[in-house]
C-alpha cells in the first residue's frame, strides 16, 4: 500500500520555536508539496519541489521554508513558530508522469501557543 | 485570482437523496479534474476524476459531469449516505504543464442527515 506519511499526527510547540514538520513517501514520486487547512480558506500551497534540492514557493511561503536533501523526504521548517500558524499542515506528492493526482499524508495539527 | 470556485461552503442533504456539489473554473488550460475527499483530521483521499475530453465519469454511486463550455464542473452523490459528510475539493490541472500541479476550490462541506 502505497504511502505519504508525516512524522507526527499532533504538535504543540510555543511562539518563537523552531518547527520540523516531516515527510516521507515510498512511491518514487518526483513531486512533493505542502500545504495548510484552514477553515474556509481551502489548501494553500506553501511550497513545493520538483526534484531533490529543488524548491518553489507556493502562494504563502512566508514564515516557512523547506529541505528536500532525499528524494523520498520533504521537510517544512517554521523558522519561528506564530499562533498565526496554527493550522492544519498537509504534505502531498505525485508523479511527474503525470495523471491521477495527488496522494496525501494524513496531516499534522500544529497548535503554536 | 481564484482559478477554481466552489461557492457553496456547505450543503446538508437527507440520507438517501442526491447530493449535488458544484465547481467553476476559470483557466481553459485545465483539462484535468479531480474530486478529493476529507474527513477531519484526515489528509484528503481522491475521489473521482475527469480528463477534458470527456463529459461524464461514473464510479460506483459517485458520478462527475463536465461542461466545458461553461467552465464547470459537478459531483453528484446517488445515494448520499451519512458516511459521505465531509469536506469536498474540486480540483484542476493543465497536463501539458511539465510539472503536474493542482489547483484546489476552497472545498464545500457536505452533511448528509440521517
Known amino acids: 500500500d502505497v504511502k505519504v506519511t508525516q512524522s507526527s499526527r499532533y504538535l504543540v510547540k510555543r511562539t518563537g520555536e523552531k518547527v520540523f514538520l516531516e515527510c516521507v513517501q515510498d512511491m518514487d514520486h518526483e513531486n512533493m508539496f505542502w500545504y495548510r487547512q484552514d477553515p474556509g480558506l481551502g489548501l494553500r500551497l506553501i511550497y513545493f519541489s520538483y526534484d531533490v534540492k529543488m524548491k518553489e514557493k507556493g502562494d504563502i511561503p512566508e514564515g516557512y521554508s523547506v529541505s528536500r536533501e532525499k528524494k523520498e523526504r520533504f521537510s517544512l521548517i517554521l523558522e519561528s513558530a506564530s499562533t498565526n500558524q496554527t493550522s492544519m499542515y498537509l504534505c502531498?506528492?505525485?508523479?511527474?508522469?503525470?495523471?491521477?493526482?495527488?496522494?496525501f499524508g494524513s496531516g499534522t495539527r500544529l497548535t503554536v501557543v | 485570482d481564484q482559478q477554481v470556485k466552489q461557492n457553496s461552503p456547505s450543503l446538508s442533504v437527507q440520507e438517501g437523496r442526491i447530493s449535488i456539489l458544484n465547481c467553476d473554473y476559470t483557466?481553459?488550460?485545465?483539462?484535468?479534474f479531480l474530486w478529493y475527499k476529507k474527513y477531519p483530521a484526515e489528509g484528503p483521499t481522491f475521489l473521482i476524476s475527469i480528463s477534458s475530453i470527456k463529459d461524464k465519469n461514473e464510479d460506483g454511486r459517485f458520478t462527475v459531469f463536465l461542461n466545458k463550455s461553461a467552465k464547470h464542473l459537478s459531483l453528484h452523490i446517488v445515494p448520499s449516505q451519512p458516511g459521505d459528510s465531509a469536506v469536498y475539493f474540486c480540483?484542476?490541472?493543465?497536463?501539458?504543464?511539465?510539472?503536474?500541479?493542482?489547483?484546489f476550490g476552497k472545498g464545500t462541506k457536505l452533511s448528509v442527515i440521517p
Open positions: 483557466n481553459s488550460m485545465f483539462d484535468y
Open positions: 480540483a484542476a490541472a493543465y497536463s501539458g504543464a511539465g510539472s503536474y500541479q493542482l489547483t
Open positions: 502531498a506528492s505525485s508523479s511527474q508522469r503525470g495523471g491521477g493526482g495527488y496522494t
